[in-house]
Every structure is written in C-alpha cells, then in structure tokens.
C-alpha cells in the first residue's frame, strides 16, 4: 500500500474517532511508516516507544507463556495509548510493520 493511502486510512481512522488523537504505523525496527499524529507529537520518539513497548510485551508474554501478543496498553491520568501488534511487511523499506499506535 503507497503511504499517501496509508496517511488516508490513519486521517479517517482519527476522524471518525473523536478520542482518537492519532495513529501511526511502525516498522519493527522503530521507524515511522506511516502517521497522523499532532503537530506537538515527536514521530520518531513515538515510533521508537512503541517498537519498545511491542518488544518487551513480545518477551514478557513468551516468558510467561501466554500465546501470541496482540495489545499493549499503557494508561495515564490523562488517557491511554494502545499498541496493537500487526504483521505485514512495509515493502518499500524492506522492514516489518510492527504495531499500529
């Protein structure tokens, strides 16, 4: 999928869902493929975070032997951040789409 439709899809998924303030898809790596995020967010310390954050879910799940991950979540006094694991290939980088955020 071209970024310009990715962008398309994160704009109307923010759209569509007020408590949504943003959305982005990051490679495995901690590379930012795809975003819309607001203006005061930093896109690569929110893809490094949630490459991060994936990573150590991967490894705490696999410790602990609970299957595949899915979601992590982080909760704050002033809302949520959800990292929800999906799997694909970001062809023109040649890196894996690690979460959606």
């Not at 595949?68 to 982080?74: A, H, L, S």
């Amino acid at each position: 999928m071209k970024e310009e439709d990715l962008n398309a899809q994160l704009a109307e998924l923010v759209r569509l869902n007020p408590q949504i303030e943003g959305s982005a898809l990051v490679s495995s790596d901690g590379l930012m493929i795809s975003s819309q995020l607001p203006a005061n967010f930093d896109e690569d310390r929110v893809a490094a975070m949630s490459a991060a954050l994936l990573t150590l879910g991967e490894r705490a799940v696999d410790e602990l032997e609970k299957g595949v991950p899915e979601q992590v979540t982080v909760k704050g006094d002033k809302g949520y951040m959800y990292n929800s694991m999906v799997e694909g290939w970001d062809t023109d980088r040649g890196s894996r789409i690690k979460s959606l955020v």
